[in-house]
């Protein structure tokens, strides 16, 4: 931090301008030394000068605003402002022979409400340089010891004079300096326990006053359009503003910045892979496409039919075909993807459907056969290739799929692996897009001699800023409407805090769907005790959670449900365990899953007709409204019953009440995205490839981002290779190394 004295402009810049030399790419080493850039590269991944400069303070804090101590979170390292109340010393008697002797140093601090107590060891001049009504900065992992809140040996940095009160004798001009100095802000960056807030800060300062001009990655006349500040200006200002004005305005450069270099990167992605080339894919007259429309006992939605005419537009180019198509669970996505790939199978061509899972696998392969009809079935044979075959079938299953007898191969991930080989691979279909990566993508791609087309399908409704940002590379394909004559989800909220006694009638509920031949799931967060699904992370201390195996046992014993078999469904269970549980629920032996969220994705009974969730609270909007896609699938209308301990008012509550108020599933995915974190909106969405946002937020910032869309089309449709930019290309260069990094640091 710079005292009044060390200040000579008011950013602190040395006065010759031309004195700076160090551009975005120099290598930190060069100007902090080796153990200082070291440490920055450990904690942080940072090698150059960008890298220090782009990591952006995560707020200010002020000389006179002390951080509310009550509200730190614990244990994560924290940068906390805040007065010294008492220094102590506390001795632990004499040594014992051979050891040293502890001294502990006790000091409290205070926000001017709470206190927090700070442990040092063996640092006896603390008690010299800490004193009472001092300021500074304290860093550290607050933990609990004794009942109380503590930081065991933070690292410490005084605020500079902030002891002694503005001396009587100076110039008039030195109070107004030192004033300014005292309302400027003080950025706090994300830290560890290794480099401290105020370390990077004094490291981003030596940067600073080094750094020689730089060239703007945003073209002129967007500049001026937009009001922004000059590239410079903005970086210099966001790390060391005079005024919170100062850094806002930064900061709203930055972020258009970051979406407008994010958005030239997806747009030339989208541009390089619209310029291979591959085979066009079109059907024939009186070929297999023909043949199924012809027999299709229902008439397409309008939004299949646009959907379909834009994924045949597509196939009949020689450019690959590179779509998403999201629409809702029923909506018909998957009849969609099936006249795709017939259309494929017409050019003579194979196409491949990957499933998150072999249990979807199969039942994508069983409802095809049944869509398909026995004749273009044994013309197409679709053939099930996944890891859990026995090696004779899977032996027969390579051999269609290698001479291309297969027309339609189905699988998992398996289908991945090396050993399987395509005799000419025209289409991919991936289904439920989240769970594969980019990475995965690509390898299918490899797995042609020519790029095969690939058609993305996922049932998770898509906010537009994320498909804008995620999938910038690929075209959007909504299906927004469900077939007709659909009965529908009624979904109630069963408020376990104010009518405890509600859940008895749940059971009854249940029941009398049972009576009339359904079949039910009810769902639980986790497996057992202790035992959650994969990849779920919940507090098990916070409140006791409906396990699957606990639930099975009470409902068994349920008077109500004595004729009912009732059967556990979830990830524990081995791939044939599941398979077999969810054959034997589909053919109506089984009435009741009790299951996990395993049966989130393309479970599809018609049967079954109502749905329980239990601790409702513990699972996300769009989770909750995927599940009940469930039910109501077939011609009996759908029920579904969120139970919850959550008290009303309370955002877990508020968040079910909108599940059950409306089944539009773009606007929950909207509410959804209001509720998350920006990490988790992202990670959700995004399997490797993207490293994360820094100023840019998904949930507010769609304008920003469209606006960023927009521009970097209009550039780039007219200088595919930012020849005219340097300083954008290597923003975009910069950009895609860190995504690199980051999908290896992913592994
Ligand atoms: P999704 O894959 O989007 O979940 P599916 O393609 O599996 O949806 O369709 C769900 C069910 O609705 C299937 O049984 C399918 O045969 C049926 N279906 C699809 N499109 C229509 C339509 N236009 N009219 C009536 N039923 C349809
Ligand atoms: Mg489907």
Not at 133 to 150: D, I, P
Not at 555 to 565: F, G, I, N, T, Y
């Amino acid at each position: 931090m710079t005292g009044p004295d060390a200040a000579a402009t008011p950013h602190g810049e040395p006065a010759d301008d031309a004195a700076g030399t160090l551009t975005l790419d120099s290598g930190l080493r060069g100007v902090l030394g080796a153990a200082p850039a070291t440490a920055l590269a450990k904690a942080f991944g940072m090698t150059t000068v960008g890298d220090l400069l782009s990591h952006y303070p995560r707020r200010y804090a002020r000389r006179g605003e002390l951080t509310t101590l009550a509200e730190l979170p614990l244990d994560e390292a924290v940068t906390v402002l805040a007065e010294v109340l008492s220094v102590s010393v506390q001795d632990y008697g004499r040594p014992q022979p051979g050891k040293k002797a502890v001294h502990r140093t006790k000091v409290v601090i205070s926000d001017g409400r709470g206190m927090l107590t700070l442990t040092f060891f063996n640092q006896p001049w603390l008690i010299k340089t800490l004193r009472p009504g001092m300021r500074a900065m304290f860093s550290g992992k607050v933990t609990v010891f004794n009942k109380t809140r503590q930081l065991a040996h933070p690292a410490y940095e005084i605020v500079p004079g902030s002891d002694d009160p503005l001396d009587a004798t100076i110039s008039p001009a030195e109070a107004i300096e030192a004033r300014l100095w005292a309302d400027r802000p003080i950025p706090i960056y994300a830290a560890t326990a290794a480099v401290t807030s105020w370390t990077i800060a004094k490291q981003i300062a030596k940067v600073v006053d080094q750094l020689g001009p730089i060239d703007d990655p945003i073209p002129e006349r967007l500049r001026r359009e937009r009001g922004l500040l000059d590239h410079r200006d903005a970086l210099v200002r966001i790390h060391r503003p005079i005024s919170d004005e100062e850094w806002n305005e930064a900061r709203d450069t930055l972020r258009f910045t970051e979406a407008f270099v994010l958005q030239c990167v997806l747009v030339q992605q989208h541009t390089e892979h619209r310029a291979r080339r591959t085979r066009a894919r079109l059907p024939v007259p009186g070929g297999f496409l023909e043949r199924f429309d012809a027999a299709l006992p229902f008439s397409l939605t309008v939004d299949q039919e646009l959907t379909g005419a834009e994924i045949q537009r597509d196939l009949g180019l020689t450019a690959p075909m590179n779509r998403l198509v999201q629409g809702e669970v029923g909506s018909g996505k998957t009849v969609v993807a099936l006249r795709a790939m017939l259309a494929v199978a017409d050019s003579g061509g194979q196409s491949a459907l990957l499933a998150p899972t072999e249990v979807l696998a199969g039942q994508h392969l069983r409802s095809m056969a049944r869509i398909l009809g026995p004749d273009l079935t044994a013309e197409l044979m679709p053939t099930l290739l996944t890891g859990q075959l026995p090696v004779a079938e899977r032996r027969k299953a390579l051999l269609r799929t290698v001479s291309g007898q297969a027309r339609i191969v189905i699988g998992t991930h398996a289908l991945l692996s090396d050993t399987v080989g395509f005799f000419d691979l025209g289409l991919v279909v991936i289904d439920e897009q989240h769970r594969f990566g980019v990475d995965q993508r690509e390898a299918l791609r490899l797995k042609a001699e020519l790029p095969p087309h690939v058609l993305v399908l996922t049932a998770t409704p898509i906010p537009r800023t994320i498909a804008m940002t995620v999938f910038g590379d690929l075209d959007v394909s909504t299906i927004a409407m469900l077939p007709a004559g659909r009965p529908g989800i009624e979904t109630f909220v069963v408020p376990l805090d104010e009518k405890p006694a509600w859940v008895l009638r749940v059971w009854q509920r249940m029941a009398e769907e049972l009576a009339l031949g359904r079949q039910c799931f009810v769902v639980c967060p986790a497996i057992a005790p202790k035992k959650l699904e994969q990849g779920e992370e919940i507090d098990f201390d916070a409140t006791p959670m409906t396990t699957v195996e606990e639930l099975l046992a009470d409902l068994r014993r349920h008077p109500l449900l004595a004729a009912a078999r009732i059967e556990p469904l979830h990830g524990a269970m081995t791939a044939d365990e599941k398979e077999h549980t969810m054959r034997a629920f589909a053919a109506g032996d089984i009435q009741v899953l009790v299951a996990t969220t395993v049966i989130e994705v393309g479970v599809d009974v018609p049967n079954a007709s109502a749905m329980v969730v239990m601790d409702a609270h513990r699972f996300g909007v769009s989770q909750l409204h995927q599940l009940r896609g469930r039910v109501g699938r077939g011609g009996v209308p759908g029920l579904c019953l969120l139970v919850t301990a959550a008290p009303i008012g309370s955002p877990a509550r508020e968040r079910i009440e909108a599940v059950a108020k409306t089944l539009d599933g773009f606007e929950l995915a909207q509410v959804d995205l209001e509720q998350r974190q920006e990490g988790d909106v992202l990670g959700r969405f995004q399997s490797g490839g993207q490293s994360s946002l820094r100023l840019l937020r998904v949930a507010t910032d769609g304008d920003i981002i469209s606006a960023a869309r927009t521009a970097a089309r209009e550039l780039i449709g007219g200088d595919p290779e930012i020849r005219t930019i340097p300083a954008l290309r290597a923003a975009v260069r910069r950009r895609l190394d860190d995504s690199e990094r980051a999908s290896l640091s992913k592994g």
